[in-house]
């Protein structure tokens, strides 16, 4: 079975820019959760969906926002980016939201703001 | 705010030895737990979980202790190797209906050939 896959590996951008990044779940599965990872903050929680429904949000501002279509695929949006945006963001994806089901999570996608 | 947090920054450990790894939670309502190692330019990769019914789960080469009255979990690694050279985190899962991971700051073990 193939696992979580997330395009693009990486990317750069310039302050202001918007950018959209793009995750597969494993199949059969339907949640999906996103993750800022940086050295200074190490991994924080940015936001759930599961059935197309953000059921979770971190502590994130508005500029981050995501959604999930009907095969669980989601994407997750960050506008007028920010030098601080620079960062590996995990998406991660589990099989159902009633119990507590281990995460797996993809390869990221490593952002960089100039 | 509830946090997850680890005792040591970094561990180096002769190939072949055992390692252990600590971590600190501080929800005392928590009841799973996740070990997740993350080598350089990877997501994290699930090595076991535990639940909190559960005082010790082993795998392969690997165990997960949890002691709930001290709020402490730790993740020994047996034979160490050197492909077990990474950044291992715990991490916490949150009640049902909040189904988010908090990490711990994550240790680097350095398996010293």
């Known amino acids: 079975k193939a696992g979580v896959t997330q395009t693009p590996r990486y990317l750069i951008k310039t302050r202001g820019q918007q950018v959209t990044l793009s995750c597969s779940p494993i199949s059969g599965h339907r949640s999906v959760s996103w993750y800022q990872q940086t050295p200074g903050q190490g991994l924080q929680f940015l936001f759930e969906?599961?059935?197309?429904?953000?059921?979770n949000k971190g502590n994130f501002p508005g500029r981050f926002s995501g959604r999930q279509f009907s095969n669980s695929r989601s994407e997750m949006n960050v506008s007028t980016l920010e030098l601080g945006d620079s960062a590996l963001y995990l998406c991660?994806?589990?099989?159902?939201?009633?119990?507590?089901?281990?995460?797996?999570f993809g390869p990221g996608t490593r952002l960089l703001v100039l | 705010g509830e946090s997850v947090g680890l005792h040591l920054p970094t561990l180096s450990v002769q190939e072949g030895d055992n390692s252990i790894i600590n971590c600190a939670y501080s929800?005392?309502?928590?009841?799973?737990f996740i070990w997740y190692k993350q080598e350089s330019g990877k997501g994290p990769q699930f090595i076991i979980d535990?639940?909190?019914?559960?005082d010790k789960r082993q795998g392969q080469r690997v165990t997960v202790l949890l002691n709930k009255t001290v709020k402490h979990l730790s993740l020994q690694i047996a034979a160490t190797q050197p492909g077990d050279s990474a950044v291992y985190f715990c991490?916490?899962?949150?009640?049902?209906?909040?189904?988010?991971?908090?990490f711990g700051t994550g240790t680097r073990l350095t398996i010293i050939p």
């Open positions: 991490a916490e899962n949150g009640d049902f209906g909040n189904e988010k991971l908090t």
């Open positions: 991660a994806s589990s099989r159902d939201r009633a119990t507590q089901e281990t995460q797996y």
């Open positions: 929800n005392s309502a928590s009841d799973y």
């Open positions: 969906y599961f059935s197309e429904t953000q059921r």
């Open positions: 535990i639940r909190s019914n559960m």
